[in-house]
């Protein structure tokens, strides 16, 4: 006799639910995010594009005995040393406790810490969409996702990773706090808000405005009022020994100045229609994306659609790497809610199948095409962007400038890049040739007697001039104009529409070649050119 409730098939295996399918879709796309992150410093060998003046402020602050310098010297500048400094003391004390050269630690890491921010996205936006399953769908986009490491990665990294970092765990208590009204939170997010201010200026404004969002969206009360004043009175407090010491030293015109390079204009707000993702393949997370962006307008719920806009208007120039994760919850949401259930459906109606996610055989063919279109994507975006570094070459040729010409001497690095924040050879050439570059750009943010966006154009004008028919007349003409004078002109024979200049200054009796390899030119300009 059958007992009431006993299992008619015991060996019968039970179904995995929703949540436990998502949290086996985490687990891999952790593991494997991490590896993807790791992988790009073993194959560089050398910091990603940038990251040379951070360097100078990391070694400033080991040769100060950990003190915060006034000031780091960088391209022949003395920069108010006026940068969240946190990011710096943690890799200044890594390389002196572990003895490893400070270049090898801005190298790895950013890959680092962005790996072990993977988990805590999870939490983020599993705390958002109350649903494990769609928060696992949304870090299986995320870890694939290029712009997810794209510039975090970089060595100018260093500061963006950790403050990427903290920005996640900030955005996770701020809405703990918020949603579930728990005093316990308002402790966690004044820490978390303070390490976000400590660690990447931008990456604090971008914290704020999630802060107010969350508030808004959710509790507009008097309760919600009161704890956002908390935080952010207690945030002011927790990092008042660092922002008071830099005010008391230069007022305020560092921030100020630095305020200005958000690049606000009507064209760079609109940039969320461009590729920002950098998906190498199909563009598909991006399509799901802006399709569950008008499902959620469509539902009246307007938290992740604001999430994903209101960045681009607040601050474009690091947009992008923040609406990165409310974009990933978006296509997480609209695969789940609309996708799957629309081929269960079908599946169901025709086969008579289960309409459960996975459980048929288009939803499973779809996860596993998604799985190889993004992890192969993923592998070419590390190998194209492990280029994006000073090769063995240009460094022999930036060491030779250093042994072999003046100390005082101006140099012109023309690479024909017009994007100044992508031109590794430029940012680096200070630092490893050690002389002065008039064409590069870092550093300049914070000084408060540059027009930093006038002094932006014109650096953009003179790498442009690669395009113009007469190279050289239009390179000298713009530096003449500026009241400006150089010694040497450094030319990345790589660059693009780089030989036209390579032949003006070849024919040209006033210029001099003096040092040539593979990649690099150096010519020294003659007495009385130009003046």
Not at 177 to 202: A, D, G, M, N, W
């Amino acid at each position: 006799m059958e007992m009431p409730g006993q299992n008619k098939n015991p060996t019968k295996k039970r179904r995995l639910t929703r949540e436990e399918i998502g949290f086996l879709i985490f687990i891999p796309s952790v593991l494997f995010g991490a590896y993807l992150r790791l992988y790009l410093p073993a194959i560089s060998g050398f910091p990603i594009n940038d990251g040379a003046l951070f360097l100078k402020m990391i070694e400033g602050i080991q040769q100060n005995n950990f003190a915060l310098p006034f000031y780091v010297e960088y391209n022949r500048l003395e920069i108010p040393f006026a940068y969240p400094p946190l990011a710096f003391y943690i890799a200044g004390a890594v390389g002196v406790f572990f003895r490893i050269p400070s270049i090898q630690v801005i190298t790895w890491m950013p890959a680092i810490v962005l790996a072990l921010t993977l988990p805590f996205v999870f939490h983020l936006a599993r705390l958002v969409t109350n649903s494990t399953f769609q928060a696992g769908i949304a870090i299986f986009f995320y870890a694939f996702l290029p712009r997810t490491a794209w510039w975090l990665i970089m060595g100018g990294g260093v500061t963006r990773s950790l403050g990427n970092l903290f920005l996640v765990l900030a955005a996770s208590q701020l809405y703990l706090l918020i949603t579930r009204k728990q005093r316990i939170y308002i402790i966690s997010s004044i820490i978390f808000c303070s390490l976000v201010c400590l660690s990447h200026p931008e990456a604090a404004l971008h914290t704020a405005m999630t802060g107010a969002l969350i508030w808004f969206i959710f509790d507009k009360k008097i309760g919600g009022v009161k704890n956002g004043l908390v935080v952010a009175l207690g945030t002011l407090t927790l990092t008042s020994p660092w922002w008071a010491l830099i005010v008391s030293r230069f007022g305020f015109s560092p921030f100020l100045s630095a305020g200005k390079t958000g690049f606000h204009s009507f064209v760079v707000i609109f940039q969320f229609l461009d590729n920002f993702a950098g998906e190498q393949l199909l563009t598909f997370i991006s399509v799901l994306a802006f399709l569950g962006l008008f499902h959620q307008v469509s539902k009246r719920q307007a938290f992740l659609p604001a999430w994903f806009i209101l960045p681009f208007i607040l601050e474009p120039r690091n947009a992008p790497n923040v609406v990165v994760i409310p974009m990933c919850i978006l296509a997480s949401v609209y695969l789940t809610e609309t996708v799957l259930p629309g081929l269960s459906a079908n599946e169901q109606l025709v086969r008579g199948t289960s309409g459960r996610p996975f459980a048929v055989p288009t939803a499973a063919i779809l996860f596993a095409y998604l799985s190889i279109s993004l992890l192969v994507g993923m592998f070419m975006f590390d190998f194209n962007l492990s280029t994006k570094k000073v090769s063995a070459d240009t460094l022999d040729a930036f060491e030779w400038i250093n042994n072999n010409t003046p100390k005082e001497a101006g140099f012109l690095v023309i690479t024909g890049s017009p994007n100044l924040f992508s031109d590794h050879n430029n940012e680096w050439f200070p630092y490893l040739a050690d002389r002065k570059s008039l064409t590069t750009i870092q550093g300049m943010e914070w000084l408060q007697n540059i027009d930093f966006e006038e002094k932006n154009d014109l650096l953009i004008a003179i790498q442009n001039c690669v395009n113009s028919p007469e190279t050289l007349e239009c390179i000298e003409t713009n530096i003449s104009e500026n009241r400006l004078d150089f010694d040497y002109i450094v030319v990345q024979k790589n660059g693009k529409n780089i030989g036209n200049l390579l032949s003006e200054l070849l024919r040209e009796d006033s210029y001099k070649k003096v040092y040539e390899t593979a990649e690099s030119a150096v010519f020294l300009k003659q007495p009385g050119r130009g003046n």
